[in-house]
């Protein structure tokens, strides 16, 4: 079994891959994180935004109700012995930050729906500095169509050795090889 965390400010009881946003790195799906101090501070981000949001529109409107955020961290098993390679199921493994990963995670980004049909996928995550980064790219890549100059700046640029790992399960099926462990959540600050 192979212990993944997700960081949210909503109180899961089951996973819906229906029920999740889309423009995300590798699509509309459910995410993990073999790291615990990662999916923390997603949580802590998340609770931050949404806090951040409803005050303006408690601002325009004082009669709104601002609502109570939580920030957990559910710890997750994957159900199979070897993630990388889980039976029966559509895998793609992003072993690091190169061309490929960033075509991918663009082109993801810019839809509400998972634009491949793997059942999982794993590589590293395009956090808040990536981002800033890609999309300071992102003009260049579209004229120059995605040249391998302008990725390879953009890649010496990106220190992908820092970036953290994530699990990406977009089918039911994936989702059916994740599990709540016996303590299901933590509540962090």
């Not at 819906?16 to 995300?24: A, E, L, N």
């Not at 609502?67 to 559509?90: H, M, V």
């Not at 930050?97 to 991918?104: H, K, L, M, S, T």
Request: charged share 35%; with cysteine; hydrophobic share 35%.
């Amino acid at each position: 079994m192979k212990d993944l965390y997700h960081g949210t400010i909503y109180d899961i009881t089951e996973i819906d891959v229906d029920q999740v946003k889309g423009y995300k790195d590798f699509g509309k799906g459910f995410y993990a994180t073999p790291m615990k101090s990662h999916a923390e501070n997603l949580a802590r981000r998340n609770k931050r935004i949404v806090e951040a949001k409803e005050e303006k529109i408690r601002k325009r409107n004082p009669q709104y109700k601002k609502g109570i955020y939580q920030a957990y961290r559910y710890n997750l098993e994957f159900d199979d012995g070897c993630i990388d390679k889980p039976a029966g199921l559509r895998i793609k493994v992003f072993r690091k930050a190169d061309r490929e990963w960033i075509q991918f995670i663009l082109k993801n980004r810019d839809s509400d729906r998972s634009l491949h049909d793997y059942d999982i996928v794993i590589g590293p995550t395009a956090d808040e500095n990536t981002v800033t980064i890609i999309n300071s790219y992102r003009e260049e890549l579209i004229e120059t169509n995605f040249a391998d100059e302008v990725l390879d700046a953009l890649i010496q640029e990106l220190e992908p050795e820092n970036l953290p790992k994530q699990y990406f399960f977009g089918t039911g099926a994936a989702i059916h090889k994740l599990r709540f462990k016996k303590i299901r959540r933590e509540i962090v600050g």
